[in-house]
């Protein structure tokens, strides 16, 4: 059980913790929305202190007053059990609230957050909830990362997010291998205590037929022979719905990329630099995944494959698609009221996500994890891995 004094440092270092992804923003940054599936950062600083509010303070906070009855219309994100609420394409259209406004309700709500906490004798019946909420802001931060680098790396003058900033060193493969997996009964999904999402829930056993996967991810210099070798040009490797997309869209490279004076360079962080080959390659989509992998010769992991053999390589560095469906496990019980909402009802039309990437908070990856995602996105870091 988390006791007091823990939950209110939990609360305060993930509410900083937010608040210093934006620290480098100007006030323009704020407000930007390029494409439906970004979101302003303005919009998520709001949305995650509305969280707090409406399924926290209001619901259990006696004499509580809302800090403005018509930020609920404009916070909510896509909970219909709580209200009418701004369209998600509209949210770039939100001048106001201001930045400075959104600023001071998170101020307002963290006060009355803290207040609560320190006073109410009802901590043991809504802890999880707390807990909830803390999770849900640090799915946010990941979302606002990589939010901020779209809204940038699409600006013309590819400016920089932070000139110093550094991905997380992660240990080289010595001996890049194929690593073979016998078959058998498997257990997959979440058991033991902590934290955990409701999709993780239904462990169950899995037969898997005996199956090899890779012990690292398809780096910048694989993929980039993939596209010397006609990928982007060859329909054989692709799923027709990824070929319509690919002539549609005139996809060549992944997100990010642009081929310059006889080079390829991508915009990170840090600006516009040229293409590390070694890194593992970053922003491809599930259709991308699929037709590398066919080329290759091999196929993407399904999620209880990539599950069972996770112990056998280092994983972190990008969410990597599987073959997956996103499905509800056996027994899956979707929770009553609101939220309720929040994974059942996307079940639907998405490829399963494994692991876990740079911009992942810390403490906030686990192997039984189930992010998802439509298969033509390409704005989270999303890597692949190999299997066969």
Same mark, same amino acid.
């Given at each position: @059980?988390?006791?007091?004094?823990?939950?209110? @440092?939990?609360?305060?270092?993930? &509410?900083?913790?937010?608040?210093?992804?934006?620290?480098?923003?100007?006030?323009?940054? $704020?407000?930007?929305?390029?494409?439906?599936?970004?979101?302003?950062?303005?919009?998520?600083?709001?949305?995650?202190?509305?969280?707090?509010?409406?399924?926290?303070?209001?619901?259990?906070?006696?004499?509580?007053?809302?800090?403005?009855?018509?930020?609920?219309?404009?916070?909510? +994100? $896509?909970? %219909?059990?709580?209200?009418?609420?701004?369209?998600?394409?509209? !949210?770039?259209?939100?001048? &106001?609230?201001?930045?400075?406004?959104? $600023?001071? $309700? !998170?101020?307002?709500?963290?006060?009355?957050?803290?207040?609560?906490?320190?006073?109410?004798?009802?901590?043991? %019946?809504?802890?999880?909830?707390?807990?909830?909420?803390?999770?849900?802001?640090?799915?946010?931060?990941?979302?606002?990362?990589?939010?901020?680098?779209?809204?940038?790396?699409?600006?013309?003058?590819?400016?920089?997010?932070? !000139?110093?900033?550094?991905?997380?060193?992660?240990?080289?493969?010595? +001996?890049?291998? =194929?690593?073979?997996?016998?078959?058998?009964?498997?257990?997959?999904?979440?058991?033991?205590?902590?934290?955990?999402?409701?999709?993780?829930?239904?462990?169950?056993?899995?037969?898997?037929?005996?199956?090899?996967?890779?012990?690292?991810?398809?780096?910048?210099?694989?993929?980039?022979?993939?596209?010397?070798?006609?990928?982007?040009?060859?329909?054989?490797?692709?799923?027709?719905?990824?070929?319509?997309?690919?002539?549609?869209?005139?996809?060549?490279?992944?997100?990010?990329?642009?081929? =310059?004076?006889?080079?390829? @360079?991508?915009?990170?962080? &840090?600006?516009?630099?040229?293409?590390?080959?070694?890194?593992?390659?970053?922003?491809?989509?599930?259709?991308?995944?699929?037709?590398?992998?066919?080329?290759?010769? @091999?196929?993407?992991?399904?999620?209880?494959?990539? *599950?069972?053999? +996770?112990?056998?390589?280092?994983?972190?560095?990008?969410? *990597?698609?599987?073959?997956?469906?996103?499905?509800?496990?056996?027994?899956?019980?979707?929770?009553?009221?609101?939220?309720?909402?929040?994974?059942?009802?996307?079940?639907?039309?998405?490829?399963?996500?494994?692991?876990?990437?740079?911009?992942?908070?810390?403490?906030? +990856?686990?192997?039984?994890? !189930?992010?998802?995602?439509?298969?033509?996105?390409?704005?989270?870091?999303?890597?692949? &891995?190999?299997?066969?």
């Amino acid at each position: @059980m988390t006791t007091r004094d823990e939950l209110i @440092m939990q609360y305060k270092q993930v &509410r900083t913790a937010t608040e210093q992804i934006c620290i480098s923003l100007e006030t323009e940054d $704020y407000v930007v929305q390029p494409v439906v599936d970004v979101s302003p950062p303005k919009w998520h600083l709001g949305h995650t202190t509305w969280f707090f509010e409406t399924f926290i303070l209001k619901s259990y906070a006696t004499d509580y007053k809302e800090f403005d009855a018509a930020y609920n219309y404009v916070f909510n +994100s $896509y909970y %219909e059990s709580v209200g009418a609420r701004v369209i998600r394409t509209d !949210r770039g259209n939100l001048s &106001r609230p201001t930045v400075k406004d959104v $600023y001071r $309700y !998170r101020r307002f709500i963290d006060e009355a957050m803290i207040t609560f906490l320190q006073d109410t004798s009802s901590l043991a %019946e809504i802890a999880e909830l707390i807990i909830l909420g803390l999770n849900h802001e640090q799915q946010h931060q990941e979302l606002l990362y990589a939010d901020i680098k779209y809204i940038l790396g699409h600006n013309p003058l590819f400016p920089s997010y932070r !000139r110093d900033y550094l991905p997380p060193t992660v240990s080289q493969v010595k +001996s890049p291998a =194929m690593v073979p997996v016998k078959e058998g009964l498997y257990e997959i999904g979440f058991q033991g205590e902590g934290f955990h999402w409701d999709n993780e829930l239904g462990r169950h056993k899995v037969y898997l037929p005996a199956f090899e996967i890779s012990n690292q991810l398809v780096t910048n210099e694989a993929y980039i022979a993939f596209i010397n070798d006609g990928g982007y040009q060859n329909f054989r490797y692709w799923h027709a719905e990824g070929w319509d997309w690919v002539r549609k869209q005139q996809i060549t490279s992944p997100l990010y990329w642009h081929f =310059m004076d006889g080079q390829w @360079m991508n915009y990170t962080f &840090r600006g516009l630099e040229p293409v590390r080959k070694e890194e593992a390659v970053c922003h491809v989509s599930f259709f991308e995944a699929y037709a590398f992998a066919n080329w290759k010769g @091999m196929r993407l992991p399904t999620e209880f494959e990539w *599950e069972t053999a +996770s112990h056998l390589f280092d994983w972190g560095q990008r969410w *990597e698609w599987t073959q997956s469906a996103y499905l509800p496990y056996p027994h899956y019980a979707q929770a009553p009221g609101a939220l309720g909402e929040y994974n059942g009802k996307f079940m639907v039309n998405q490829q399963v996500l494994r692991g876990a990437s740079e911009i992942t908070p810390a403490g906030h +990856s686990r192997n039984t994890y !189930r992010n998802f995602f439509q298969t033509d996105l390409r704005w989270q870091f999303t890597g692949i &891995r190999l299997a066969k």
